[in-house]
């Protein structure tokens, strides 16, 4: 289960309908071993494209870089769709290397800034896709 708070959740939601009509994509980071996302970074879609999302090769390096400095871990990778559900397609399947984080996926499809947006999760180990429960809190107890 990915347990989130509700201003993680709701950065994430806004940034997919800030990118909109391209994929948005981002991370949220936590401490390492927690299981706990806490920090909100999104992240240029360098392909700038409706259908398909990818990190910029060198903003990805960064960002590793810093997450090891702070002790930090990629605890939810994640981005949108703009025409289909929230569910992984094969090429984010083959892309999916973290297999501790949980992968994020908000549809934007069906709205047009007010409408309805799925939010899902998913674990993505070895091709293998599986759903799970999302938690949104008010604050990690």
């Known amino acids: 289960m990915l347990t989130i708070t509700r201003a993680l959740h709701d950065q994430i939601v806004a940034h997919a309908r800030e990118d909109h009509p391209d994929e948005a994509c981002g991370v949220l980071a936590g401490?390492?071993?927690?299981g706990r996302p806490e920090r909100f970074i999104p992240m240029l879609n360098a392909a700038r494209s409706p259908t398909f999302y990818e990190f910029d090769s060198q903003d990805l390096l960064k960002l590793y870089r810093e997450m090891d400095d702070r002790d930090e871990e990629p605890v939810v990778i994640y981005h949108s769709h703009t025409a289909t559900e929230a569910y992984p397609s094969r090429t984010d399947i083959s892309y999916a290397n973290e297999p501790g984080a949980h992968y994020v996926l908000v549809s934007t499809a069906d709205t047009?800034?007010?409408?309805?947006?799925?939010?899902?999760?998913?674990?993505?180990?070895?091709?293998?896709?599986?759903?799970?429960?999302?938690?949104?809190?008010?604050?990690?107890?």
Do not use: L
């Open 31 to 34: 401490p390492a071993g927690t």
């Open 112 to 141: 047009d800034g007010a409408g309805d947006f799925q939010f899902r999760s998913f674990r993505i180990v070895e091709g293998e896709v599986t759903e799970e429960e999302v938690r949104v809190v008010s604050h990690y107890g």
